[in-house]
């Protein structure tokens, strides 16, 4: 019989089906539809368009709703491989003319149920894994259908075969659901009404055996396959209920089908008649056969017939290798749809009514469990008792055996399928606990050992935190995580990957291979064994709920969980005195009767001196010690808490703050909660305590925790502190001996109401709008479990982000004003999770607020954004809102505001998304939820009020002019303006009424020093490319003829009637021509809402300004009489000046030059005038800053010289750290250069200020020691009080070579800034308080600098660093001659000294054992262009070369060793005139290639096109005497950019071990080298292909450039790069 006669018959079972009856419905897509989607062939095709390139927008629905019974049937047309996933169908109760239609079906909410892959979601949520066919898996031709049964059941349909009840309870009305997803591009509507009865079928088939009757043998056998079908048995469902029609136990056998049954004849349906079945079909096919037979006698066996019992036990689709079989329920609940009722099987065998009696008992109950789904193997060991229909084992007197434990899967494990386990009771008797793992022996046949770790063969087990093979470990150390301190309510999982590789799950999180190759089919199994006693088979694994309650991985396990506490002595008076406890730290030792703890050998070491209380504090005792003794050898000191641990059974540790579970502990003037700081600056530092002083901790009844430093109560440090804790005294560091205070009648009364916040008012004080100034917004030290505060309350972070991803809400200090924006920055994700930050607000004050796992499980009173739905008390009540927060990135903004007319608006990156709800109560305080994705957010400063229009009722938002919050007259724009330009109020908005060009506006007036022209985007039109253009220029806009200025430049970079300095999306250019690139933020990402300004600084630099946010220097050398100019260019159309003019400030107070210029503004431009007078002595007018010099007292290490300038560690490698004597006044420059560094340490300096006086600073060991009010930069990464709030900042510090000027400035706003050789690398840190003192820590490599403020000038000052950049900002370029001059660093800032990366390329560069007479012998011309060199020389990643000059960009990330250049005619011209490129080449192809001093063709270099048979000395030589002539040359590639020839095609990776750290790493190389002009082609890459650009400088056009002229190129310089 064929095998292709399922499709077939089952096609001419539907042909007659629809002659039968007309359609009931229409068989029609809707005309409303995804916005990718085409409808064709009226309405019944739809095809999303852009299949290559969009994977969404494909969502189509029914025209009309479906009605009770019909099946929506479409066929897939066409399928795409470019996706992964693929059709999703089902039925929504949106109403398809009024839906806002969303990107896929699963974003569907408010009633509806989506099929997707071989899952079922309701509104979004999955509610039944492992349903039905696999969706992803059809082919093209197949046909999927959709079903709202007449009991309110949700079936789907695949290929005529119902899969069996999906959802239950579903409403009347719905729409059928289509989503061209993924690879699914076309489908067509096929059908639409109820499916055939079995009667019907039977007479159709009937009908079909009489016109067919006299066909061949073949035809005969389809017939009876139809037949089959008409009794509604599918192929190897028969096999699978086999045994269960025959009333048999299956045993070692299964026992042999009677003649009336129907033989597992029938294939998958998608096979073709010579297909044969693979491996894992056969596996599936077996294995459902052995569990439908154990799920039939488990749901009543053969002691019930019920009705549609045929159907029940056979009625399933088994056409993909999938395991489709379900249970009985949908089979029956299809018989009693179709009305066969008599049960039974085709010879009226009574074994039908087996099955038909679990078919109907599932039915009746609506049960949708699959077949194939896991359980517990009904043989197990001798102690397990099976519960939970096999999904639950438990062992017998958990209390008197340990082992006989072993329980095994029923079935083999399928590829990539997780075995994932419950543990739900464990007892605390044994040692060892539960062990899991898989095994190749089938239960069936294994004589069950004691413990699974007993079997010599066939097994690999997990067991604590091992792997054992076949009893023996292979592994000692697997995981991180020990399976014996897992507890009860943990996870642990296994999946074999279809690799062969075995991996282990912790609660979802996966451990890594355990082992690389597991043999085929295995099953699963656990050995409960010692304290492991019950665990249950989770089927649904669903992380992000287990997830919720991690506790096994991040948790610190104590040795006393689950013991009981020792009773207290029955003395009366003993338990009434607080004593030590006689276990201490191993450093420690009780005296004086247990009431004095003290360190003996206190100067020998500093900690291990952990100390608790004999017993638990009462509610409302106070606990408190006096410190008797000190030593100064050490940095920190006492540190006091409580800790739910009993000291009799506790591990102590070295220092209390490594404690992970249940302590509250203050150190320093901090407050840490299992060793993670939850309060920053809390009282009175402890590290400054002298000996007599007494400190002091008390829970009070309503839980909070309150610390005493000589008698003076600290105000409350926690909250939630459980009853029964035990007091802890850490002599730590110079703390060495401290006595418990008995008599308690000194202190004072404990006070009932204390100021719990910085500020004057309490947080939870009613709002009011003459409260504090937008600067006092913060968040709230209440916040959920896993966040984190710090940075003064600025900034909030999610604590175990890759363990823990809820729990992190935090909420305003207080609430917020109408018309008041809370606005925050993400600073900080991981890619872990789904789902990302939630924003919102809530009338609930934090006091009264009880942290729930996520803000949307609030219901009152709470107001939220998550992802694009509007929710209200955790209701969705609006959907698709102008932006979506899961796509957001670090450095995107957030802002909620609530107007005054009760609306909530929220901002993105500054662009009002517009009303979110309406109604909002007053007094609402924001929420943010840091969540999933989102790991750490700061407070910006543009948090504020807004302007006056989203405060008040009668002004609208249009409204002009729009002032700023500066004081001062608002600016104006210059009555000249380009053509296509209008003004209108009062010239402070201007509007391009027409075209795309023509839109130049100038400032009113000349810009004075420091003041910034700021304008705001009102109105964009996105028919037009381009954006807005801004900077300066010297053309006076008087001096223009009157408008409309029809013959002035159409657009800003065409201006050169004077010097003009813009910026043009992310380029800066001078007169049109291409200064620096990649300056910044792109103005061409601007929208509605985005604030531009630009500046002119007082060192003759233009910053530019995006939102507020100062992108640095963008031009240097300035002139002073400049205009601000602007090009309403493209998409802008309209903006509004919101800056005004600065008020006449004393000359005193203006920001000071960077420079050594005078501050005089009326001379002109004439430098060495400037430097003249400066030098004559004539006054200037800003006051001169204070000359700094060292603090005398300083690190233990360090000795001063040279009048306190200049410092030097004299002996290790930390003790180094250094003060200043004289406070940072905001605008002033502290700068030190680098004298020396000791390369036989690592690491080196770092340095940064704090916030007080350092007369009493007690100088620890190195500055990240420092934790109160202390901003640090170390390597490339900002710390405040210890704890990291910026990343990627700034050069790496540690590969500063000597001679390196470093320096600090806290500018007018308090923000940090990092100078770099005079260069401003950016803010470091918000919110620096004024005055500040700067510190440096002579660390590591660093042991000697030198204060040198005053003496090196800032970027765009004279002398200095001028070659940095070619003076290419500094010149008027005319021909280019400037541009095409090869750019070379300076020596002094070349870090070939200290840096790593250079170094080991250096030693790979010296294993190839080149000649050194090939290389330079100034080895300054080594150039390094890691990250961190090239920044610190200030690179840009492109320059110009040559004549004409062309783009090439400098290779980041390798090295190059500058090569000698041989003297011939053309080297002079080849350094100046010629082309820049890059070529990769091979290890064996260097010494040929250095040997000719040029590139070569042929087999030398992998870039060549065929093999050179014979070469010249050149390379080039003439054919050999026997080679054919008319040979073509061979041709050499060249890019000008080393991401295209440094691919791996090109410059095959090597293997090497770096001779010093024995390392091994991976090697390529390449040649950097100039081209001759017109002697080379570009044209597109042919030898790699990459779709995307590889360059997004160069198009992949024109990314290889191809010569083959002999001496048109000239090697420069060796490039290495190494992994």
């Not at 396959?225 to 699978?240: F, H, K, T």
């Not at 159907?311 to 399933?316: K, L, S, V, W």
């Not at 009080?1281 to 050069?1291: A, F």
């Amino acid at each position: 019989m064929s095998l292709g006669c399922d499709v077939t018959a089952a096609n001419q079972v539907e042909c007659r089906a629809n002659k039968r009856a007309p359609l009931k419905m229409a068989a029609e897509l809707h005309p409303r539809s995804g916005k990718l989607v085409g409808l064709s062939n009226s309405n019944r095709t739809a095809r999303r368009n852009q299949p290559v390139q969009e994977f969404n927008h494909g969502l189509v629905l029914s025209k009309e709703p479906l009605r009770d019974r019909d099946v929506f049937t479409v066929r897939i047309d066409k399928k795409v491989n470019s996706w992964s996933g693929s059709i999703e169908i089902g039925v929504t109760t949106l109403d398809p003319a009024l839906l806002d239609f969303p990107s896929s079906a699963t974003g569907l909410k408010g009633g509806s149920w989506i099929v997707s892959g071989c899952s079922v979601l309701r509104d979004g949520r999955s509610v039944l894994e492992e349903y039905g066919r696999d969706l992803d898996q059809l082919a093209e031709g197949d046909r999927v259908g959709i079903q709202r049964s007449s009991r309110g059941e949700l079936h789907l349909w695949v290929n005529g075969q119902d899969c069996g009840a999906a959802a239950a309870g579903l409403p009347a009305k719905l729409w059928a659901v289509v989503d061209l997803y993924g690879k699914c591009t076309q489908v067509t509507v096929v059908s639409c009404e109820p499916p055939l009865t079995s009667a019907e079928r039977e007479a159709v088939v009937r009908n079909e055996e009489g016109e067919e009757e006299d066909d061949d043998d073949e035809e005969e056998d389809e017939d009876d396959g139809v037949v089959c079908r008409a009794q509604e048995n599918v192929g190897i469902a028969a096999l699978m209920n086999a045994p269960a029609m025959n009333g048999v136990t299956i045993g070692d056998q299964v026992p042999e089908l009677r003649c009336g049954h129907s033989r597992p004849d029938k294939l998958p349906n998608n096979l073709g008649p010579d297909a044969v079945l693979t491996e894992h079909q056969l596996f599936d096919v077996f294995n459902n056969a052995i569990v439908s037979f154990y799920r039939a006698e488990d749901e009543g066996g053969g002691d019930e017939g019920g009705g549609g019992g045929g159907g029940g036990a056979t009625g399933r689709d088994n056409s993909s290798s999938r395991n489709d079989a379900r249970s009985g329920g949908r089979g029956g609940a299809l018989s009693n749809d179709a009305g066969a009722g008599d049960g039974g099987n085709a010879n009226g065998s009574p074994a039908g009514g087996a099955g038909g009696g679990a078919a109907g008992a599932a039915a009746a109950t609506g049960g949708s469990t699959t077949n194939d789904a896991l359980l517990f193997h009904e043989k197990c060991g001798t102690l397990i008792k099976l519960s939970n229909n096999n999904k639950t084992a438990e062992r017998r007197r958990p209390l008197d055996e340990f082992n006989n434990g072993v329980v095994m899967t029923n079935r083999p494990l399928r590829h990539n399928e997780m075995f994932e386990i419950r543990i739900d009771k464990l007892v605390d008797k044994w040692s060892g606990s539960i062990e899991i793992g898989v095994t190749t022996h089938i239960p069936n046949h294994l004589d069950y050992p004691a413990t699974m770790t007993n079997l010599r063969s066939g097994t690999i087990m997990m067991s604590g935190c091992g792997i054992l093979t076949n009893g023996k470990g292979t592994r000692r150390e697997y995981c991180e995580f020990s399976l014996d301190e897992l507890q009860e309510g943990d996870h642990i999982g296994l999946m074999r990957k279809a690799s062969g590789a075995l991996h282990f799950y912790i609660n979802g999180i996966d451990q890594g291979v355990a082992a690389a190759q597991t043999p085929g089919v295995v099953y699963g199994v656990v050995d409960l064994y010692g304290m492991a006693v019950k665990v249950t088979i989770v089927h649904n694994h669903n992380h992000s709920e287990r997830l919720r309650r991690n506790n096994a991985i991040m948790r610190a396990m104590s040795p006393d969980v689950g013991r009981p506490r020792p009773a207290l002595t029955p003395d009366a008076d003993a338990a009434e005195r607080l004593l030590f406890h006689a276990n201490c730290g191993q450093k420690a030792a009780i005296i004086s009767d247990g009431r004095t703890a003290l360190r003996p050998h206190a100067t020998d070491d500093f900690n291990h001196g952990v100390v608790l209380s004999s017993r638990p504090l009462r509610s409302n005792e106070v606990f408190q010690v006096r410190i008797d003794k000190m030593v100064d050898k050490w940095a920190g000191s006492i540190e006091i808490g409580v800790t739910t641990h009993n000291p009799a059974y506790l591990q102590l540790p070295s220092t209390m703050t490594n404690l992970r579970s249940g302590t509250w502990m203050m150190t320093g003037n901090g407050v840490m909660h299992n060793g993670t700081t939850i309060l920053d600056e809390y009282g009175h530092n402890l590290d400054r305590l002298k000996a007599g002083d007494t400190v002091g901790v008390v829970r009070k009844e309503d839980g909070s925790l309150h610390f005493f430093v000589n008698g003076v109560a600290q105000g409350p440090a926690a909250w939630n502190v459980p009853p029964s804790v035990y007091a802890v005294v850490d002599l730590y560091g110079q703390a060495a001996q401290a006595t418990i205070m008995d008599d308690m009648v000194d202190l004072p009364p404990l006070p009932e109401e204390i100021s719990e916040g910085p500020s004057a008012t309490s947080p939870g004080s009613p709002c009011s709008a003459s409260g504090a100034g937008a600067t006092d917004l913060r968040f709230h030290h209440l916040h959920g479990t896993n966040a984190v505060i710090t940075n003064g309350g600025r900034t909030a972070l999610r604590q175990n982000c890759r363990s823990e991803f809820n729990d992190a809400i935090v909420i305003s200090n207080r609430c917020l004003r109408d018309g008041e924006l809370f606005e925050i920055i993400i600073q900080k994700m991981v890619d872990r999770w789904s789902g990302s930050i939630e924003a919102g607000v809530t009338a609930i004050r934090p006091e009264e607020l009880e942290f729930p796992n996520t803000m949307t499980d609030i219901d009152y009173d709470t107001w939220m954004l998550s992802g694009t739905a509007i929710m209200q008390d955790g209701n969705t009540m609006r959907n698709n809102y102008g932006c979506d927060l899961d796509s957001l990135t670090s450095g995107s903004r957030i802002g909620m505001m609530r107007s005054a007319l009760g609306d909530l608006h929220y901002y993105i990156n500054g662009a009002d998304q517009g009303v979110a709800c309406s109604g909002l109560p007053p007094d609402v305080f924001a929420v943010i939820d840091l969540y999933g994705q989102c790991v750490q957010v700061s407070i910006t400063g543009s948090s504020g009020p807004l302007d006056n229009s989203l405060c008040t009722s009668n002004i609208t938002e249009k409204s002009f002019p729009i002032h700023s919050p500066a004081a001062g007259v608002a600016h104006r724009f210059h009555s000249k303006h380009g053509k296509n330009m209008v003004l209108l109020g009062e010239g402070c908005q201007a509007v391009r009424a027409g075209g795309y060009a023509h839109g130049i506006v100038f400032s009113g007036k000349e810009l004075k020093v420091d003041e910034l022209f700021e304008v705001r985007i009102d109105e964009m039109d996105e028919q037009w490319c381009g954006s807005l253009h801004v900077g300066l220029t010297t053309l006076p806009p008087p001096e223009l003829p009157s408008c409309p200025l029809s013959g002035f430049s159409p657009s800003l970079p065409q201006l050169r009637a004077k010097v003009t300095w813009l910026l043009r999306g992310s380029e800066v250019r001078r007169n049109g021509v291409l200064q620096r690139q990649n300056y910044g933020r792109s103005l061409d990402r601007l929208t509605v809402g985005n604030r531009v300004g630009v500046k002119r600084c007082a060192d003759d630099t233009m910053h530019v300004f995006v939102d507020g946010e100062d992108m640095g220097p963008a031009a240097t050398a300035v002139a002073k009489n400049v205009y601000a100019v602007l090009d309403l260019y493209g998409r802008i159309t309209a903006v509004s000046v919101v800056s005004s003019t600065l008020i006449e400030d004393a000359e005193g107070t203006k920001a000071p030059s960077l420079s050594s210029e005078s501050c005089s503004e009326g001379e002109d431009d004439a430098t060495p005038v400037r430097e003249s007078a400066q030098a004559a002595g004539e006054p200037c007018a800003a006051a001169a800053p204070a000359a700094m010099a060292f603090l005398e007292n300083h690190g233990k290490n360090i000795q001063l010289s040279n009048q306190r300038l200049t410092a030097a560690r004299v002996s290790s490698y930390n003790q180094g750290l250094l003060v200043t004597a004289q406070p940072l006044v905001q605008q002033q420059l502290f700068q030190f250069q680098i004298d020396r560094l000791n390369p036989s340490w690592t690491s080196s300096l770092s340095l940064g200020v704090i916030g007080h006086s350092p007369d009493r600073l007690n100088f620890p060991s190195t500055a990240c020691c420092l934790k109160r009010s202390a901003w640090l930069l170390q390597r490339d990464s900002v710390f405040h009080n210890s704890l990291k709030i910026c990343e990627n900042y700034g050069p790496n510090l540690d590969t500063c070579p000597e001679g390196t000027a470093l320096g600090l400035l806290v500018d007018a706003n308090g923000c940090l800034h990092l100078y770099v050789n005079g260069m401003d690398q950016g803010v470091a840190a918000q919110d620096v308080p004024s005055p500040c003192y700067p510190f440096v820590d002579l660390y590591g490599q660093c042991e000697q600098v030198t204060i040198v403020t005053n003496r090196l000038p800032a970027e765009g000052g004279e002398g200095g660093h001028a070659r940095c950049r070619g003076d290419m900002e500094k010149a008027d370029v005319v021909d280019g001659i400037k541009e095409s001059v090869c750019w070379t660093p300076p020596p002094e800032v070349n870090p070939n000294k200290s840096c790593e990366y250079q170094a080991l390329c250096s030693r790979f560069k010296d294993l190839l054992t080149l000649p050194d007479g090939y290389f330079s012998e100034d080895a300054k011309y080594n150039l390094c262009y890691c990250e961190s060199c090239h920044k610190l020389r200030g690179d840009e990643a492109y320059y110009k070369r040559g004549e004409p000059p062309r783009d090439y960009a400098l290779p980041f990330g390798w090295c190059c060793f500058a090569l000698r250049i041989k003297p011939h005619c053309e080297v002079s011209n080849a350094l100046k005139k010629w082309h820049m490129a890059y070529h990769g080449t091979s290890i064996g192809a260097l010494r040929r290639t250095l040997d000719h001093s040029q590139l070569l063709p042929g087999a030398s270099s992998i870039f060549s096109v065929a093999p050179a048979k014979a070469e010249g000395p050149d390379g080039y030589g003439d054919p050999e005497e026997n080679s054919a002539p008319g040979r073509e040359v061979p041709r050499v590639r060249l890019s000008p950019t080393m991401r295209y020839s440094g691919l791996e095609t090109f410059a095959p990776k090597v293997p090497f071990r770096d001779p010093r750290s024995h390392r091994c790493h991976q090697a390529q190389v390449g040649f950097q080298v100039c081209v001759r002009p017109g002697s080379y082609k570009a044209g597109p890459q042919q030898t790699a292909g990459h779709g995307e650009p590889l360059d997004p400088r160069f198009s992949n056009s024109e990314i290889e450039w191809i010569t083959k002229e002999q001496g048109g190129t000239l090697l420069y310089g060796l490039l290495v790069r190494v992994e």
